[in-house]
């Protein structure tokens, strides 16, 4: 997987096929999932 954060969104791949696109997500909701992660809710 590849992430692009930018101020805004956080867009995300999958390196090895990269023809099938990105997904785009909000800033605020991709750092709270990060968070949840960090802290093993997950």
Do not use: I, Y
């Not at 867009?11 to 802290?39: C, I, T, Y």
Request: aromatic letters at 8%; proline letters at 7%.
């Amino acid at each position: 997987m590849e992430v692009a954060e930018t101020p805004r969104t956080a867009l995300m791949r999958d390196s090895q096929n990269r023809h099938l696109g990105h997904l785009v997500f909000p800033a605020p909701e991709w750092r709270a999932f990060l968070g949840d992660v960090k802290e093993e809710q997950l």
